[in-house]
């Protein structure tokens, strides 16, 4: 056994101590004139969910109801984000859609059949998030005709990182009122004039 280890002093806990809670601030109602990032959804405060992109359509939605959330992350087993699964994705029209043009039922459906994949995913970068209000992601998000907009920066590694997401019922429950959601950004060039 290595001897250059030693056990590092210990005590019992005092009566009164506490948990340790996130530095992520949580807030009750929000403006359209605060900064972006309060409601901003980061994962260097909250892990992002997963599932696998063979999941059956059942099994994902027992996993968002157990986790709380409304979007699933697709990443292949390195890690590598593969796509993304919302619930208007299990609730909408994609089964439908699939089950008319591949047949089959509904409970055969996978993740892989009706989630959006990477190449169809557009975010937010980071930078311009920080100098950004709540009323520009929900002007971006009506624009977008996305309920979720997501996050992300370059590694140091030179590698894209999804870092966060905003969520529209998230923001609509902070604020008080209801996004109205146009129709669905179909070009990047769309987004980017959204974004401008």
């Known amino acids: 056994m290595n001897t ?7 005590a019992l806990l005092e009566p009164g ?4 809670q996130s530095q992520h601030p949580e807030i009750d109602a929000i403006t359209l004139a605060d900064k972006a990032e309060l409601v901003l959804t980061d994962f260097a405060y909250i892990r992002p ?12 939605n ?3 109801i157990a986790c709380g959330v409304r979007l ?4 292949r087993a390195d ?26 039922s509904r409970e055969k459906i996978l993740a892989q059949d009706i989630m959006t994949p990477l190449a169809q995913l557009e ?3 980071k930078n311009k998030v920080a100098r950004a209000s709540v009323g520009d992601i929900v002007e971006t998000i009506k624009a977008t005709g996305r309920q979720h907009m997501l996050v992300s920066h370059t590694h140091a590694d030179g590698g894209q990182v999804v ?10 429950k902070l604020l008080g009122i209801e996004i109205e959601l146009s129709p669905r950004a179909q070009t990047f060039a769309d987004l980017e004039r959204a974004l401008s």
């Open 4 to 10: 250059n280890y030693r056990s590092l002093p210990h």
């Open 17 to 20: 101590t506490s948990i340790s």
């Open 49 to 60: 969910f997963t599932i696998s992109s063979t999941a059956p359509i059942d099994q994902i």
């Open 62 to 64: 027992d996993k968002m």
């Open 72 to 75: 699933l992350f697709i990443t």
């Open 79 to 104: 890690g590598v984000l593969y796509g993304l699964v919302t619930f208007t994705d299990l609730f909408g029209e994609k089964p439908v859609r699939y089950i008319q043009q591949h047949g089959g």
């Open 123 to 125: 975010a937010l970068p």
């Open 163 to 172: 870092s966060g997401l905003f969520s529209s019922t998230h923001i609509e």
